[in-house]
């Protein structure tokens, strides 16, 4: 029989072996996470099974009007013609003004030189469409002005286009990449979407540190289709519902973060969906001038469900930035006949134009997006 002092003496060494190994063991997980920062608490992540237990929920709110908004002048030399809706002719600014406010919660107002600095030899990439080249204008106008204009330049490489802040020795790009998986030329010129291939946009992806992607409007164009065939291996589809093929791409999209992107080093973002107002042909939006008080009976987009179905089974925490309810109340914020320069006798004849209620005027709704952003990292 063992002697009982022996008992207590074997217990003791038991016990405090395995709180040695059980706080490695949590110092390992939470050195894997600890890129998600301090700032946690102020983030909005409807996200996978990795949630936080913190959570501050920006997706419910409203806009309010703020006269210290905008962050920058429309002047920001890196914006596009299509974006610059006050110099194009837009009579009213009030779009620039206003900011969203979460319910029990703040955005913290974006601060250029302390975005940067935490970025700091660091590359970050915003992967998608044209409304994803949208927000990147509205980040690069946002940091460009605390960085004298001969320490910063733009490079390009193939679909990417890169902003480099010399002195912080970062970069924020963009990556043409509308489906992300990839659409090729085949035989008679038709259009095929390779459901299973990626690499042709992903190569681009590698040894970035901070990736954001979107991918929703390019799968259901209303007004045509963005291909002719879609392709699975060896196999040629004619008429694929589009919804389908779109969990299927995003399936390819998953399975590529999984096995080549290492949480410890790249963190993963992905938009959702920016809401269209292209009612009465693109005339929803026309002329207005204040966001929307509430949406009684938020509309949720079946992108956006079947987006959250496919990040709810990937191994990696993929981030959802959910901006798709609160820019809904935003039908002010789009260009509309704006997006191209408006002279006097132009605006004569409004409605000979076209009228672009898909993107979004700058300053303006993509800025708030990037606060948001900011407050993620």
């Known amino acids: 029989m063992t002697k009982p002092s022996s008992c207590l003496f074997l217990i003791f060494f038991v016990a405090i072996s395995f709180n040695f190994f059980h706080c490695k063991s949590s110092?390992?997980?939470?050195?894997?996470?600890?890129?998600?920062?301090?700032?946690?608490?102020?983030?909005?992540?409807?996200?996978?099974?990795?949630a936080s237990r913190r959570r501050c929920d920006f997706t419910s709110g409203e806009w309010v009007f703020d006269q210290s908004y905008p962050l920058y002048d429309s002047s920001c030399p890196y914006l596009t013609t299509a974006v610059t809706c006050k110099q194009n002719g837009r009579p009213d600014s009030d779009y620039e003004k206003w900011r969203w406010r979460p319910h029990g919660c703040s955005i913290p107002r974006f601060d250029a030189l302390e975005f940067l600095g935490r970025m700091r030899r660091k590359r970050i990439m915003l992967v998608g469409d044209s409304i994803m080249r949208n927000q990147w204008e509205s980040l690069v106008c946002l940091v460009h002005s605390v960085i004298p204009t001969a320490r910063r330049t733009v490079t390009y490489n193939g679909p990417a286009m890169a902003f480099h802040a010399l002195d912080y020795e970062m970069s924020i790009e963009f990556s043409w990449a509308p489906l992300l998986v990839e659409l090729k030329k085949g035989f008679g010129g038709k259009r095929i979407l390779h459901l299973d291939l990626i690499e042709e946009n992903a190569k681009y992806?590698?040894?970035?540190?901070?990736?954001?992607?979107?991918?929703?409007?390019?799968?259901?164009?209303?007004d045509k289709s963005s291909w002719d065939l879609t392709m699975e291996g060896n196999t040629v589809f004619r008429n694929s519902n589009p919804m389908v093929a779109y969990e299927?791409?995003?399936?390819?999209?998953?399975?590529?973060?999984?096995?080549?992107?290492?949480?410890?080093?790249?963190?993963?973002?992905?938009r959702s969906m920016s809401p269209r107002h292209n009612r009465e042909n693109g005339w929803k939006c026309f002329n207005q001038k204040e966001p929307l008080g509430y949406a009684s009976h938020p509309h949720v987009p079946e992108q956006l469900l079947v987006l959250q179905g496919v990040l709810r089974r990937m191994r990696f925490p993929v981030y959802l930035q959910d901006i798709t309810t609160m820019s809904a109340l935003r039908r002010?914020?789009?260009?509309?006949?704006?997006?191209?320069?408006?002279?006097?006798?132009?605006k004569q004849h409004l409605r000979d134009y076209s009228s672009d209620c898909s993107h979004w005027?700058?300053?303006?709704?993509?800025?708030?997006?990037?606060?948001?952003f900011s407050a993620l990292l």
């Open 248 to 270: 299927k791409g995003l399936f390819t999209w998953a399975k590529w973060v999984d096995l080549n992107l290492d949480p410890r080093k790249t963190r993963v973002i992905f």
């Open 205 to 222: 992806w590698r040894g970035v540190d901070v990736l954001v992607f979107d991918s929703a409007h390019w799968w259901t164009h209303s």
């Open 332 to 346: 002010d914020g789009h260009p509309s006949v704006y997006a191209r320069a408006m002279g006097e006798e132009n």
């Open 27 to 50: 110092g390992f997980n939470l050195e894997d996470l600890s890129w998600l920062g301090e700032m946690d608490e102020e983030v909005n992540m409807v996200q996978n099974q990795h």
């Open 361 to 372: 005027c700058l300053p303006g709704v993509p800025d708030i997006w990037n606060e948001m």
